[in-house]
């Protein structure tokens, strides 16, 4: 997400005055994918 918000493709700086762009569904579920995946790797439980 991080990454995606720093990079061109978004259109926003971290110095800004305009709050971020919207993030595009793709990043929330890649996001989403990877805390789901940590989360089951640490816990031992499906989420």
């Not at 793709?26 to 439980?45: C, D, F, I, K, N």
């Amino acid at each position: 997400m991080r990454d995606w918000l720093t990079s061109a493709a978004s259109g926003w700086h971290r110095g800004a005055v305009a709050p971020p762009p919207q993030l595009p569904a793709e990043v929330v579920e890649q996001t989403r994918s990877r805390y789901v995946e940590a989360y089951e790797r640490l816990t031992g439980r499906t989420f």
